[in-house]
């Protein structure tokens, strides 16, 4: 029902919090010592929203991948550092997901992937395309899409580009000025479509146009509204968690406390649009990007599967809800409890405009 790694991620932030409220952080001293004339630096931190400039490039030294791509963007000065390290760690989770397709491999199926894609969207200054296309070399080329080509995105290319001469990047990458509802997406076949942070009902409308072109998806989802009916599939999946383990024995005592109350509404909503996805014929994995650096932290991946083993599992599916009394609340129940996307609506409103 809900992925490990969320549960898992879910605890060590309640953890995090309790921590906070019984005053685990050390208080500041009332009286400050400012005779010594050298001031301590400031520690960095990942999480903060303060710009990379030229002066942070010596926080990066090594000869590896991510120094230089970091030195790159303290160069072009125009990142915020969560960005730089949010999305570097998205691409890590992307590419690891998607590594033969991204690299160029054949499938088992035959299929030619040597000419794959990679398109960003909602992409902002189009790092996450970038650091794609650094990571995996033999990618053929990378879009970003976003309503308006903010002026750091070619900063952004010429300084990666410095760094990273024999990977053509001024060739391979290109914005595309355009809201995500006006994609067309009849050849999409190739492209496996990404996107960090989508606010709200953009992150459904990124899945719905991964299911329309049967692509790859990866998925940071953010800013979760809507939750009034969240809560109550949340309240399920809780008790039904603690009513059943995953082999079917009950839970223990103490670990039925343990687990009580570890799905968040927001996590409830994005567990039901791993579902969408699953019911769409994919196959489907989750993924967190460290909390230290973002607590909209969770990845959704989602791979086409066959539209025949789609159809397999729902068959052999005996989880809907004409039976409330059952242990646990089923995938079926779980995709139909969400409220519809207002953005879905927009997109159609659009699409019926031209």
């Known amino acids: 029902m809900v992925p490990n790694a969320w549960l898992e991620d879910c605890a060590t932030a309640g953890a995090g919090n309790a921590r906070d409220a019984r005053g685990g952080h050390e208080a500041s001293p009332r009286l400050v010592d400012v005779s010594r004339n050298q001031k301590p630096e400031t520690p960095f931190r990942r999480a903060s929203r303060s710009r990379l400039s030229p002066t942070d490039a010596r926080r990066f030294p090594g000869d590896d991948t991510f120094a ?55 992409g902002g200054h189009g790092f996450l395309a970038l650091a794609l296309l650094v990571l995996n070399p033999t990618l ?74 049967r692509a790859p998806v990866a998925l940071v989802p953010c800013c979760h509204r809507g939750l009034g009916s969240a809560r109550r599939l949340a309240k399920r999946l809780d008790d039904a968690m ?62 086409c599967a066959s539209r025949c083993k789609a159809r397999e599992d729902d068959e052999n599916d005996d989880s809907g809800t004409e039976n409330p009394g059952t242990t646990s609340p089923g995938w079926r129940s779980v995709a139909e409890r969400l409220p519809p996307s207002p953005w879905r609506l927009f997109g159609a409103a659009r699409r019926r405009e031209r």
Do not use: M
Request: with cysteine.
């Open 68 to 122: 230089a791509v970091a030195r790159a963007v303290c160069s072009a000065d125009v990142l915020p550092r969560k960005e730089l390290f949010e999305t570097w760690e998205a691409a890590l989770v992307i590419t690891e997901a998607f590594s033969d397709r991204l690299k160029g491999a054949g499938g088992g199926d035959g299929e030619d992937r040597s000419a794959t894609r990679v398109a960003d969207l909602a």
């Open 140 to 213: 053929a080329s990378a879009v970003v899409v976003d309503r308006r080509k903010p002026d750091s995105h070619e900063r952004l290319v010429s300084s990666l580009a410095k760094a990273f001469p024999e990977l053509r990047l001024h060739a391979r990458v290109r914005f595309v000025e355009a809201s995500v509802a006006d994609a067309d997406v009849k050849n999409a076949t190739r492209v496996v479509f990404a996107s960090v942070h989508a606010c709200g009902d953009l992150s459904d409308a990124i899945l719905a146009l991964a299911v329309e072109a």
């Open 242 to 303: 603690l009513r059943t383990r995953t082999d079917g024995d009950a839970l223990a005592g103490g670990e039925e406390k343990k687990r009580k109350g570890n799905v968040s509404p927001s996590v409830a909503v994005d567990v039901a649009r791993l579902e969408t996805l699953r019911r769409a014929g994919y196959a489907v994995s989750a993924a967190t990007l460290p909390r230290e650096i973002t607590p909209q932290n969770r990845v959704i991946l989602g791979a």
